[in-house]
Every structure is written in C-alpha cells, then in structure tokens.
C-alpha cells in the first residue's frame, strides 16, 4: 500500500500545471513543508517601505534595498507605486484574480523584480499574450541580425537605425514578429535614485552547519548601499548576458525579460519546435539562469500567487527537424531552433490568494562553489537555492524567511532508483546480521563437544560472552529482521515487474530477453532467500544452546552484577571526593581550578571507559536496571564537572572585568555602564546550575559580584559635583580610610574600592544627600539674593489725590509665597547647620515682606474706604466727632509710612524699616475702631430706612456721604425702587421729586399729588418718596376707576390716559365686580345672567386684540398685551364656572381665586382702597410701582399656587414652591407679588453667605413690609440655615402676635404693617447642594 500511493503521487513529475499537490522525482508524497526550510535570523528584520527590492549576490548574501516615496520621486518606474510602497501592475493583476474583492488586501504586494531578470508584469489580456506567443522565423533572424546578441557579437550596434528599419518591415510582413529585446528596452533593477538604506543576510555556503544563525546588517552609509547597489546591477548584467547566451525563440526570451509587456506573460511554447508542456501564463515571476537551464518561480495568475519551480532546459534536436528549420528561415541556421527546449517542474505546490500580510518577495541565489552531486560524486555543479521574505504577524516587518534548496530537489532519484538503493542496503545488513548469529550459535565451544555442556565443566570467558551476545541478539532483532526479509522479498519483486513492464512487447508481440535491471532483481531476490534460510537455521537453534549454557550464563551474570556494583561504588567515591577537593573553594583560583577540572576529566573518561565494557556484559545477561543507576551517576558526575568549569569560567571573567575597572581613572569612571555589565554578571551567575548554589567557590564570587554592585552605586553619587572637601573628610572618619586630597592624577576606582564602600551603604548616601542638599541650598540662597535685590514695591495713585498706595506686582507676589516656602523647607532640614544664619535672615527679612504686604494691603482698603466719610463727608463728622479725630491721626501716620516705603522702594529693604510693622499694626487697629463705629452708624440708618439693607455697603456710603445732594442720591433709586428707573428733578440744585420713570420707559408725574422736595436726612427723604409713590398711585387708582366707570368712552381710549399698573389693577377690579354681579343674578333667577357676561368678556377681548394688530408704541402694546394676558385668564375662569354650573359665590372654585375688589375695609387705613381677596385670606394692596413690566400666562397650576402661596401668608408660614429647574417657581413667585402691588427682593443663595447676611435680610423684609424669593435656598451651609429659620420665626411670630415690633439679635426692630413674606425654591438635583 505505500508503494503505491508514493508511485501515485510522484506521478506527475512531469506534469504541466494540472496537478494542484506539490510534486517531485522521489519515492515519497512531498508537501510545500516538508522541502522550504525555515530560516532563522537574528537582528532587526527589513520593514515595509514604499517599495521593497530583493536580491542574492555571490549567491550567499541576501541584500533588501528599500525606498521611501522621496527616494522614488522622479522615477518614471515607480509612477506606480502606490502609498505603500507597491507595484500598481501586481495590484492591478491581484485585483482581477480576486475578482470582487473578496480576497485578502492586494495592495500590500511588494515588487521584488531585483532577484533575477524578470521585472513586475504590466496590465494586459491574458489571451493576447496568448496569442503573440507565435514567432516567425523572420523575427529570430532579425534578432541574429541586428540585435547585439551572442551571434553577431554586437557588430549591428553601429547600424542601428538601418536594423530597425528591417525590424518594423519584417513585423508588417508578420504579424506574428516578435522582435528581440534591446538594451535600452530592459527594465531597471532599482529606481534612478539610490536607496538611503540597505539590509544584508550573510546566508553561508550550502550544506553549512546547523549552529551557523545568519544576522541582518543594517547598512546605512552612502558608500556601503552604493557598493551593494553596483554587485547588484551587475549580477543583474551578468544573468540578462547568460540568458541571451541561450539562443531562445524570441518570443520566449521577450517574456523572460520584459513580463511586463503583459499582464501575464506566456510562456507557451510553439508546438512546431518546443514540447507542448509549459508553466500556465503568468506575471511577476523570478527568473534565474544556472548554466543552459533557466529557471522561473512564482508569480501571478488568473488563479492566484504561484508556489512552484519550473526549469526550462534544452533538447537536442533530431536531424530532420534541424534541416527543416533551416528550410523554415531560408538561411543555414536560426538561433534557437539547432534544438529544442523542454520545461519540466522541478517543484510544484499550490496556487494560494496573497497572505494576510501580503505576498512575499523572493529571489535566486546560485553558489559559486560547486557542490558535488549525489548521484556522481565526481562531478560539481552550481547549487541553487531560492529565499523568500514574507511578514509575520504585526505586518511591517519581513521577519519570516525560509529557503527552497532547488539543487538538492533536482538530484533526488527516481522512485524505482531509491527502492533499489534502499534495498540494496538493507539486504547487506540482513545478509550480515543472519551470517553472524548463525555462526554464533553453531560454533562449538571449548570443551563442550558438539555443544552439551555440564556445570562443573570450564567454559572460554570469551566464547561464553560471544554466545550469550547472539543469543542476545536473536531475542532483540529477531523480529525487526523477520520484518525486513520480508519488505526486501516485496521490493525485489516490485522491481522485477517493474523492469519487465518498462521493456514492453517486442514488434511480433512477444516477450524479450529479461532485461539487465530485472537479472538483477532476480538474482538479489535469491540473496534474500539464502538469508533468510540462515537466519531460519539460527532461530532454529537458539533454544537448545541457551538451555545449554544457561548455568554457567547465570553464573556469569552473577559475576557481573559484582562489577557493577564496584565500579558504582568507585563513582561515587570520586563524586564525593571531587564535590569536597579544593576546586568548589573560591580560595583555589581560576588557574589551579583548571588544572583540577582538567584531571578530574581525565578520570571520567577512564570510568566510562570501564562502564562500557560493563555495560555490554549486562545487555547480554539481561541486568542492565543496575548498570542504568550507575550510567545515572556517571552521568550525574560529568554534568556537575562540566557546570562546575563553566562556573570557574564565569568567576574568570568577572575576575577580569573587575581587574580592568579597577584601573579606570577617577574622571574616567562611568558607573552606569558598570553596572550593566554587573548586571548581566549577575544575571549569568543566576543562570547557572542550581546544583552549585550550595557550593563555598558559588557563594563567595556572588558575594564578590553583589559587593562590587553594591559599590558602585556608591561610586557614582560620590561622582556628583555637589562634594565637596568637607563631605570627602566625612567620608573618610566614616571608613576610617585615609583619602587624598586634593585626588592625586592616578587616583582610580581601585582607591574607592579600598573604603570597602559596600560595608558603608547608608553612610555614603547620607553623606551624598547632605552634599546634594547643602548645594541646592546654596544655589537656592544664591538666587534668592539676586532675585530679591530688584524686586520693588509697586505704587498706584489714589483718586485724585496726592496719595500713592502700594501694592506688588502679581509675579512678585508668587515669588514671594513661592520663596517663603522654599526658606521654610530649608529650616526643615536636618542639613541646616552650614548656612543657618543666611538661612534665618531670609526667613526673617521675607516674612516681613509678608507682614508689611499683608497689613499695609489691609490698612489701605480701610483707609480708602473710610477716607471718603471721615474726611469728606460732614454728616460723619457731625454724628463721629471723636471717630474722625482718630482717623484724622490715622491718616497722617498711614501718609507717612507710604512715604517711606515710596522713598525706599525696594521690597526686603523697605519692609525691614524699624518700626515700620509696629505702625501698620497699630493703624490697623484703630481702623478697626472706626469700622465698628461707622457700621453701628449705618445700622442706625437701616433701621429708619430699612430698604437699605438691601443696598451694597459701598453705595450705600455713597448714599449717605451724598445725601445733601439728592441729584447723587437719585442716581440710586432703582436699588431702592425696583420699578423705578430714575426721578425728574426740578430746582437749582435739583431737589424736588416732580415725576419718576419706569424701567420700561413709562412716566409717571406726580400730578395728583404734587411734587416732594428732597431735603433733610437721607434716610428721612427716601421714607417720604416711597410713602409719596404710593400716595400717587392710590390717587391715580381712584381717578382710573372713576374714569372707567363714568367716563362713558370705550376701554380702547380708557386705557391710554392712564399708568399701566393702575390700569391693570382696574380690568381686575371691574372683573370680580361683574362675575359676582353675575352670581347674584343667578341667585335671584337670572340663568343666563353668567352667560352674558362672558360674552361681553370676550367682545372687550376682541376689542383688545384688534387693538393690539394696529400701529401702537412699544408701552402701549405691552400695557394692552398685559391686559389681554389676565383677562384671558378671567375669560377663561368664566368658562369654567359655566360649564361646571357653579351659581353661588362661595363655591371654592370662586373663593379660590384672586379677587381685587374696591371697597372699604374694617381697620384699614384708607376709607376706601384695593383689597385683594383668595379664600379666606386678605391683602391690601400695597401700590408698589411695577412699571410696565410682563406678566405671566396664568394656568390653572399658577391659580392652585397662587391659592397655596396667600393662605401660607394668612397663616403666617413661608412658602416653598417645588419644582424642576426652570419651570417658573421665581417667576411665579414674582407674579403673585405683581398681583398684590408688594416689593419682592430674589437673594440668589450661596454657600459665602453667613448668618449676618441673612439676618439683616430678614430685618430689611420685616421693616419694609417685603416678599423675599430665596433662590437655591439649600445652598446654604448647614449651620446658616440653622440660625436664619430662628431668625424668620422671630419675624413670624412678631407678626402672628398683631405686634409692632420684632425682636432679633437682642435688638428691637420696627415691624412694617403689611408684614413680610419669604419663599424658597431649591434643586436638589444640582451638585453641591446642603
């Protein structure tokens, strides 16, 4: 069975192409595996550049040239590379192949057409390449003729214009004429620019030894890639002249030079004068000429990238297809048609699609020395091998390389060749062994006639030993030999038959004479017979001899048991001598443990000299279980020899390593290199056997590595620049070594190796930490003088004033803090003691700037801030007297310490004046002072006019310091009253209130109840203009009233003569009026009456809408859209109260919703006046001016918090309305208030507000009668919000008790008679919320 399946698959040696399993002439089935070898390599592989050439020189030097795009700009030959680097012509072939796509990225192929002389195909049709395959004799003749080639020798070269000329006309005569290539029509092997860069693989001769591993050199000079570039062009010269040489039919020599003429090149031959078989048409090959044989490799084809060798070689022809060419041509001879060329394939594998990575590059490589062949040893010939570069996984780098030995292919035998030298072989050993076993048994021994023996009879040792061998041998061989008579009766038949059916029939149809090969066969297959009949014999007698001997065998066996045993204990004697001897002592030396591992070889050879002879006696007496334990321990022993010199061999060379440093120059010492090579010391001495761990010569040269680099680390920071004489005399009381100084020329390592510096680990690098640090510190201090030495105050004028107050620049400022902490980290230091006093002054003298900064920064915020009033303002000084006396002090000493600092200027000397800290101290308490005498002041002035504590400090000083002057004080009413923008004042100077405006725009004259002077205290004149704002809405809230309800005109010209505010508040007046009209109505029978009114609800609706679509003013449109928002939502309660059929006026759906009604009310101040109404909760209204402000959209959740928001009030509660951000809580909030005529003041809370704030917050709501909106109220810290609902409730319950006053922070304070009102909204969906 596996003859014939090798038969079948050798087959096809000859096959042209059909064949998809890799083929080759020997007796085995043969797999692309098992003929590559891999081939590995050390060093840095080639990467994937733009382009990639490859190349074989001398045939033993693989060279990769790779080029960037800058090398392959401006070559016309690498037009068509693409981005990475590849040829266009195989992506456009590979494309094709792949058809849609679908196979792996053609892109990443590589042009590799410097291995040979074949450059990368250009795109054309398969078939017509096909079809111009034919050459006409025409066209060889014009080759001989004009070419240059081998057979004119050139001589046409000087008429080249006139050879062309017949060229062009034999080719209109043919169209089949295929010129033969020219010089200038060859491709080039590189572009015109050189590479920059090269890599080359040194790949030895064949055949050398397994241990040789090649290493990539990476060549980089100009010079050494341009001599490469040179070899290469002209082993690329030589193979084109070689294949010219050859004489081929044109059209094959133009597809083996140019294949790039089509996009896969024929190589068909002609049927007339070449054999039919031939590779299949394909580009991108590799071709390489190797005496008259050409050989291909590879390539494109339509059915992928080719794993195969072909070898194209030359046929003579016979005499009458000779002189039927030379007819064909009309000549005497036609070059390449004197004989025929056949192509036969030397190595076939499959077809495959390019790889994940891409296809490889390849290429030929012939060795100069010849190699002698196999089957005539007499002869040499070139040996070729193909190499191929392909990349790994990550896929920029050519990584992976095996070898193809092409040579060695071509000289295998054929299949019936290599079973007759096979057998040939095997039936001498079988002859042999057969001969020698019989011999061995029938051989009488002496003193034992005819083979008996007795057991008291003596037996030759020898003849005893060469018995039991055989009998040995019969057990152990006999059934491999059974076997191989066997397999050599079926190979000799085999070949019997097989030389039978190559002879074939003679012409009459009978057999011939037996050919040579099959006599031959014969007479080998009786050798086989006689054999087998003496190896018969000697089975035959084995049993009657080993009973024979068999007492005298056990007896033997016996003896040598005894020999084994004494020999193994010999070994193990001398292992235990060997392991204590002085050779694993350190103490002994490298020489002498030579010498010792040298004799101690010599002994153990002579043991296994011994255990040899042992050995073969207990095989053949069947005890070799003790022999095996002591080839165990020689064994043992051996290995422990050899690890133990290669451990001798590590401690020479650390010997030597460490003598050479020894003697490196103290400014020569490089310690990092030192500690690698310690490193990699280490290293080895761990890699040894860890059979020598426990040795004393192990321990002491790890002791001597692990001192050496624990020194060195030493040595380097003792190589800082930062030691200095001081730290070296430390050093040497530390080790008590003496150290010269200063270091003498010759000081070396060897003299810091002497402070036995390993022993001093800690003390040298306290010493180096202090050296280090005292450095640093005395550079740091160094700059610190020169930085300070200009740095200088800045200075800035005061207003308008002669003052010039002092600041630092904000770089100086970060210098100083970054300083102060550098001089503390100094003081810090337990390395201080050298530079204390400079250290101290520094920490003193720049704390001072500190200080003086800090308090002169303070000192001059207060005095700005209080300058103003204590200086400027007469009132302060009337109500201070003896506050402004001392900031009269003040302000003198404060004028001259700046005139100092100005004087001086520079920061540390400035800031060191004596006395200068105790003067900045000392006003800065007395500022103090003034501070808490003015704030009481101000607090005096909240209280009479309470809207000022929702002023800022700052305007409110500028308030009070303008009070005299109500022009100023004017500029700041929008602060006090939200709605009003700004005052026209009349008088000289202007003093009297005659009109206000809104922040809208709206004006509003104070014609109905006059103009108000503005004189006497601030505080006093601003509770007058609030009081005179609402007197004057009231007023004007009467007459719009009045006007509206006698005036007889339509609302669309009512509404223009009066304030928006007053108008608004009528519509809604006139709206509660009528709907409870309606409901009295319907209590009194009326049904319709509800009905009616809602229709004349949405007539006046439309009448505002039209309206509305005419030309107005801005205030205009906005008064009328305000009075289409709310009467939309009266029109809109109307409905409801009509279709859920409400008839009585004390349904809650009525109760519950704004009702502004003119009407006179008990206990209230006017007789008559707005009220407005929610349930069972009141409020008057408080005619607060809005201005023309927006209002909202009122939806039925606006009138359920409108209904909430009043009964908290009457309830005296505050109110949280809750909600999603952005969805109006403040904004509704403000409406309400709108609604009502109240002031409301939205606090955006924050986490820097503290309980002051709040506090005067609440008194400022409490005195003025005020809502307040707390925005984000949980954004306050935990332990304000505490202490502000104390102080709210203190509020409340001041309110709740019908008082007049509150109570708050231990003061009594003046409660407004509207009380007040506080709302907060919060998002606890936010960050950083309580």
Not at 382 to 398: A, I, Y
Not at 508 to 522: E, F, K, Q, V, Y
Not at 667 to 695: C, V
């Amino acid at each position: 069975a596996g003859v014939a399946a090798a038969a079948g698959a050798g087959g096809g040696g000859g096959g042209g192409g059909g064949s998809r399993m890799p083929v080759r002439a020997s007796p085995f089935a043969m797999h692309a595996e098992d003929v590559w070898r891999p081939l590995r390599a050390a060093g840095i592989a080639p990467s994937a550049r733009s382009r990639i050439a490859a190349t074989v020189l001398a045939g033993t030097k693989l060279v990769v040239f790779g080029f960037t795009e800058v090398d392959l700009a401006g070559d016309e030959d690498a037009e068509g590379l693409g981005e990475d680097g590849n040829d266009d012509a195989v992506d456009a072939a590979l494309a094709e192949v792949d058809g849609d796509g679908g196979g792996e990225d053609p892109a990443q192929a590589v042009d590799h057409e410097a291995g040979g002389v074949s450059p990368t195909p250009q795109p054309r049709d398969a078939e017509a390449a096909e079809g111009g395959a034919a050459a006409s004799p025409a066209a060889d003749q014009g080759h001989a003729a004009g070419d240059g080639g081998p057979q004119d020798g050139g001589a046409a070269d000087a008429s080249a214009a006139d050879e062309e000329a017949r060229r062009i006309a034999d080719a209109d005569a043919a169209d089949e004429a295929v010129p033969r290539v020219r010089d200038h029509q060859l491709p080039q092997l590189l572009p015109g620019k050189a590479p920059a860069d090269a890599w080359v693989l040194e790949l030895g001769e064949p055949g050398a030894a397994s241990s040789f591993l090649p290493t990539w050199q990476y060549v980089t000079d100009d010079a050494g890639v341009k001599a490469l570039v040179d070899e290469a062009e002209a082993t690329r010269a030589r193979q084109v002249a070689a294949l010219r040489n050859l004489d081929l039919p044109a059209h094959l020599e133009r597809s083996l030079l140019i294949p790039a003429e089509a996009r896969f090149s024929s190589l068909r031959p002609r049927s007339a004068d070449l054999e039919a078989v031939a590779p299949e048409p394909r580009g991108a090959f590799e071709t390489h000429v190797v005496g008259d044989c050409v050989y291909i490799y590879g390539g494109v084809s339509v059915d992928g990238l080719h794993d195969d060798v072909w070898r194209l070689r030359p046929v003579p022809a016979a005499a009458g297809e000779a002189a039927a060419a030379r007819r064909g041509t009309g000549g005497p001879s036609v070059p390449g048609l004197s004989h025929k060329w056949k192509w036969e394939l030397v190595y076939g594998g499959l077809a495959r699609q390019p790889g994940q990575h891409g296809p490889p590059i390849y290429a030929f490589g012939s060795s100069r020395r010849a190699a002698p062949t196999a089957l005539d040893p007499g002869v040499s010939v070139p040996h070729l091998r193909l190499f191929e570069l392909s990349r790994g996984v990550l896929g920029d780098l050519f990584d992976l390389a095996r070898v193809l030995d092409v040579s060695g292919l071509e000289r295998r035998d054929g299949f019936n060749e290599a079973v007759a030298r096979h057998a040939e072989a095997e039936l001498a050993k079988a002859d042999e062994m057969a001969r020698r076993l019989h011999v061995g048994l029938h051989k009488q021994l002496p003193g034992a006639p005819e083979g008996a023996l007795h057991d008291d009879e003596t037996v030759d040792e020898a003849s005893l030993h060469r018995v039991m061998r055989a009998l040995h041998d019969v057990r152990v061989y006999g059934d491999a030999l059974d076997f191989n008579i066997e397999q050599l009766r079926e190979a000799y038949l085999h070949l019997e038959r097989a030389a039978v059916n190559a002879a074939g029939l003679n012409a009459d149809g009978t057999a011939p004479a037996p050919s040579a090969a099959a006599m031959l066969a014969r007479k080998n297959l009786g050798k086989v017979e006689a054999a087998a009949d003496t190896w018969a014999a000697a089975k035959k007698v084995a049993p009657a001899v080993k009973k024979a001997i068999k007492h005298h065998a056990e007896a033997e066996g016996l003896q040598v048991a005894e020999r084994v045993r004494a020999l193994g204990v010999r070994v193990s004697e001398w292992r235990e001598g060997f392991r204590a001897g002085a050779v694993t002592r350190y103490e002994t030396g490298v020489n002498e443990a030579y010498v010792t591992c040298e004799a101690a070889h010599t002994e153990l050879e002579e043991l296994h000299t011994e255990y040899g002879a042992v050995l073969e006696l207990a095989e053949i007496c069947e005890n070799t279980e003790a022999a095996e334990g002591l080839r165990r321990a020689l064994d043992d022993a051996r290995a422990e020899l050899v690890v133990l010199k290669g451990l001798w061999d590590l401690a020479a060379v650390v010997e030597a390593f460490i003598a050479d440093w020894e003697e490196t120059l103290w400014t020569n010492i490089d310690t990092a290199a030192m500690e690698e090579e310690t490193k990699q010391l280490s290293k080895a001495l761990r890699g040894q056997d860890k059979r020598l761990r426990e040795m004393p010569v192990y321990k002491s040269l790890e002791q001597s590595i692990k001192n050496f680099s624990i020194a060195l680390p030493c040595v380097g920071d003792l190589k800082v620049p930062a030691m200095r004489d001081r730290h070296w005399m430390q050093l040497a009381r530390i080790t008590e070594k003496e150290i010269p100084l200063p270091f003498p020329e010759d000081f070396a390592l060897s003299h810091l190796l002497a402070l036995q510096l390993h022993k001093f680990v800690d003390d040298v690098g306290e010493v180096v930490d202090r050296a280090v640090k005292e450095d640093k510190m005395e550079q740091q201090l160094a700059k610190l003088s020169s930085v300070w030495e200009t740095v200088e105050f800045a200075f800035e004028q005061h207003r308008d004033t002669d003052v010039m107050l002092m600041s630092m620049k904000e770089e100086d400022f970060d210098a100083l803090e970054e300083n102060q902490l550098l001089v503390q980290g100094m003081m810090a230091s337990k390395y201080l003691s050298t530079f204390e006093e400079e250290v101290t002054r520094w920490q003193r003298e720049l704390s001072n700037v500190s200080d003086v900064l800090t308090t002169m920064g303070e000192v001059q915020r207060r005095w700005a801030y209080l300058e103003t009033l204590f200086i400027g303002s007469d009132e302060v000084k009337k109500e201070l007297p003896e506050d402004a006396e001392r900031f009269t002090g003040i302000d003198a000493m404060f004028k001259t310490c700046l005139a100092g600092v100005l004087e001086e200027k520079n920061a540390v000397r400035a800031s060191n004046r004596p006395g200068l800290i105790a003067d900045l101290n000392d006003m800065s308490d007395k500022l103090e002072l003034c501070e808490k005498a003015l704030a009481d002041f101000l607090e005096s002035k909240k209280r009479i006019f309470p809207r000022f504590y929702f002023v800022a400090t700052a305007m409110l000083l500028d308030i009070l310091s303008n009070g005299n002057r109500p022009n100023v004080v004017a500029q700041h009413v929008n602060t006090l009253l939200q709605g009003v923008k700004s005052l026209e004042l009349s008088g000289d100077p202007p003093s009297v209130v005659e009109a206000m405006t809104s922040n809208e725009g709206e004006v509003v004259p104070f014609s109905k109840t006059g103009s108000l002077p503005l004189k006497g205290k601030v505080e006093i004149y601003l509770n007058d203009l609030i009081t005179k704002v609402r007197d004057e809405l009231h007023t004007q809230l009467k007459l719009a009233l009045e006007d509206y309800r006698t005036g007889g005109r339509p609302r669309t010209e009512w509404l223009f003569d009066h304030v928006a505010q007053m108008v608004l508040v009528t519509t809604q007046i006139e709206w509660t009026e009528n709907t409870e009209k309606a409901f009295d109505k319907l209590a009194a029978g009326n049904a319709s009456a509800m009905k009616k009114y809602s229709d004349e609800q949405v007539e006046m609706l439309s009448g505002l809408i039209v309206l509305v679509q005419g030309k107005l003013e801005g205030l205009q449109r906005r008064k009328i859209m305000n009075m289409i928002t709310l009467e939309t939502h009266s029109r809109d309660i109307n409905v409801m109260l009509i279709n859920d059929q409400i008839t009585h006026k004390d349904n809650f759906k009525w109760a519950s919703q704004l009702k502004t009604k003119w009407l006179s009310y008990p206990d209230a101040a006017a007789p008559v006046d707005c009220h407005i109404f929610n349930c069972d909760a009141h409020f008057q209204y408080s005619y607060e001016y809005l201005g023309n402000a927006g209002r909202l959209v009122i939806t039925p959740l606006t009138d359920r918090i409108y209904t909430t928001a009043t009964q908290a009030c009457h309830l005296v509660l505050g109110c949280a309305p809750a909600g999603p951000a952005g969805t109006g809580k403040t904004e509704t909030t403000k409406d309400l208030s709108a609604q009502l005529g109240k002031a409301v003041y939205v606090i955006n809370c924050g986490p820097e507000m503290d309980y002051r704030t709040m506090g005067d917050i609440f008194k400022g709501l409490a005195s003025a009668g005020a809502w307040g909106c707390f925005d984000e109220f949980n954004r306050l810290l935990a332990e304000v919000l505490s202490v502000c609902s104390t102080q709210y409730k203190s509020v409340l319950d001041a309110i709740r008790a019908d008082s007049t006053t509150y109570r708050m922070e231990g003061v009594d304070y003046t409660l407004h008679p509207d009380g007040c009102m506080a709302f907060i909204t919060m998002n606890p969906g936010y960050l950083g919320r309580t």
